[in-house]
């Protein structure tokens, strides 16, 4: 069974450009995290999709972040104007539905912004 | 908000030793979760706990769930040079799934 797919796995940028980031889950996960992990702590939730819907953005810079799952499967996650402090590595994760204890993680992206 | 406190923060030990580790809380979860995570990966989950007071064991590591359900630790026996990466506690909200975090603990085994 195939896991958790991220791209790009390192991105550099400047800050204030833009920059993307995609997840394929595992076929048939209906519940999707991102995750944000700064150098040194633990991963920390940004936002959690149950299917398409979003269930839990309380941790997501609104101003500057931004995510979807337009159809259920695939997500993206967006930043823009990136600052200094977004340097960290976005983990994308999966599982069966919220209740379910297992979540599996992608490799995660790199991001440095310079 | 919640904060999960991991200590050590990193550890040295000879291969072979047993290693223990812990993380507390200054909340109540259901569930607590030990992942591991290798340099460029992310993190695996090793043992998932359920129930307070609850003795789990996955091979050489034995993991418990404190009875407060504010505790969990998690024990290596015999360490071996693949025991080596950043071991993470987490806690889990029953209701959402969102897992919080500890700071990590990092081990490193010498062979």
């Known amino acids: 069974e195939a896991g958790v797919a991220q791209s790009p796995r390192y991105k550099i940028i400047e800050k204030r450009q833009s920059v993307a980031f995609w997840c394929n889950p595992i076929?048939?996960?209906?519940?999707l995290y991102w995750y944000q992990q700064i150098l040194g702590q633990g991963p920390k939730l940004l936002i959690q999709f149950q299917n398409n819907g979003v269930v839990d953005d309380s941790q997501l810079p609104k101003d500057r972040f931004s995510a979807e799952r337009l159809k259920g499967v695939d997500s993206t996650l967006k930043i823009q104007p990136a600052k200094l402090e977004d340097s960290a590595v976005y983990l994308c994760?999966?599982?069966?539905?919220?209740?379910?204890?297992?979540?599996?993680f992608g490799p995660g992206t790199r991001l440095t912004v310079l | 908000g919640q904060q999960l406190n991991q200590s050590p923060q990193s550890m040295f030990i000879q291969e072979g030793e047993d290693v223990s580790m812990n993380c507390t809380s200054s909340s109540i979860f259901n569930t607590w979760l030990w992942y591991k995570q290798d340099p460029g990966e992310g993190p695996v989950l090793l043992i998932a706990?359920?129930?307070?007071?609850e003795l789990t064991s996955n091979g050489r590591l034995t993991a418990q769930f404190g009875i407060t359900r504010k505790d969990s630790f998690l024990n290596i026996s015999a360490s071996i040079p693949s025991d080596v990466g950043i071991y993470f506690c987490a806690g889990q909200a029953s209701n959402t799934g969102k897992l919080i975090f500890g700071q990590g603990t990092t081990l490193q085994v010498k062979p």
């Open positions: 994760a999966s599982s069966l539905d919220r209740t379910t204890d297992t979540q599996y």
């Open positions: 076929s048939g996960h209906a519940t």
């Open positions: 706990l359920y129930k307070a007071g």
